[in-house]
């Protein structure tokens, strides 16, 4: 409604200017700055928080022609096209999709409590995350790719190291392509052990190195570009380790598509149905919530039956009467 009073503020120009979404985003986003810098987030996770400003600003374009709205004007259908145009035009996936929209959740809750909105826009609105499906090799296929003779393909043969060695020790592609020789250590009893932050989060990933990494050490040490850049192995790009691993998957007759990431599932899952407890392979994938390590447990029927194998002892031989 028109009065003497707005009439009054715009003439004098003291109007105060609704706040913008965007900008009330990018404010939130000096928090997550701080955040990241003080080591409390990820940086992959502080770059999406910095992605979704520009999806909804292309949003915004696309649908309104405008590139930013008043915070007080997000409504319910705004956030039901935004999810439909992450899905639709962005091609995200449901998780991916389901954070982003997390993401402008926790900034609407920071303008309303700072009354530049009112209104809840998610409201009754719930979230509903995919399980993702934890694909990893059997210990079959991986026997059978560790005994590829390979020699005659020198780059293949590096690829499968690697794969190999992110088998035994579950490290991530990232973490892999940058572990340095400073990042092994030994004990006073000789043993080797891997201290590494993970790139992805900053979390520690404490891990011992079994017979098969050590001797994968020893293989590359004197590797031309172990040697100059002071890494452990001589990892390519993930774009070519990949499509390196296809072929290799066809080699050892492996019926899945292979990628550098199924390494570190599976050491997660062979570790778990080798009875090493869920805790200690948390501390080794450098898990911050041992919830994130309980996506793997699921176990072989044959390691449950094993481990039934003391009570099947004990009571086997009992008769009722």
């Known amino acids: 409604m028109v009065n003497p009073k707005i009439l009054r503020d715009h003439f004098l120009g003291t109007v105060e200017k609704p706040k913008m979404l965007c900008d009330v985003f990018r404010e939130a986003n000096e928090q997550r700055k701080a955040e990241y810098e003080r080591g409390d987030m990820g940086k992959p996770t502080y770059e999406r928080w910095v992605r979704c400003v520009s999806y909804l600003e292309e949003f915004m374009q696309l649908t309104r022609n405008v590139r930013d709205i008043p915070v007080k004007e997000v409504t319910k259908g705004f956030v039901q096209d935004f999810e439909h145009f992450l899905r639709m035009k962005k091609n995200t996936a449901n998780n991916t999709a389901v954070r982003y929209l997390r993401y402008l959740k926790n900034v609407m809750q920071y303008a309303i409590a700072n009354k530049w909105a009112t209104d809840d826009p998610f409201l009754g609105k719930r979230f509903k995350r995919t399980v993702a499906e934890r694909e990893a090799l059997t210990e079959v296929e991986l026997k059978r790719m560790m005994e590829l003779e390979l020699k005659e393909f020198p780059r293949l043969e590096v690829v499968r190291d690697t794969f190999v060695f992110c088998c035994f020790t579950g490290l991530a592609f990232i973490d892999i392509q940058t572990l340095k020789r400073s990042d092994i250590s030994i004990d006073a009893d000789g043993n080797m052990w891997i201290r ?68 570190r599932h599976t050491f997660a899952t062979v570790s778990l149905n080798n009875h090493v407890p869920i805790e200690t392979i948390s501390k080794m994938l450098g898990h911050a919530d041992i919830k994130t390590t309980q996506i793997y447990a699921k176990m072989l029927d044959s390691t449950v039956y094993e481990d039934m194998a003391v009570m099947r002892d004990k009571f086997d031989c009992v008769m009722m009467n």
């Open 196 to 263: 590494k932050k993970r790139e992805k989060t900053d979390e520690l990933s404490v891990i011992p190195l079994l017979e098969v990494p050590r001797k994968l050490i020893e293989k590359y040490k004197g590797h031309p570009k172990v040697m100059l850049e002071d890494v452990v192995l001589p990892v390519i790009s993930n774009q070519r380790n990949n499509a390196y691993l296809k072929e290799i998957a066809d080699l050892a007759k492996i019926n899945r598509h292979l990628t550098s990431h199924i390494a």
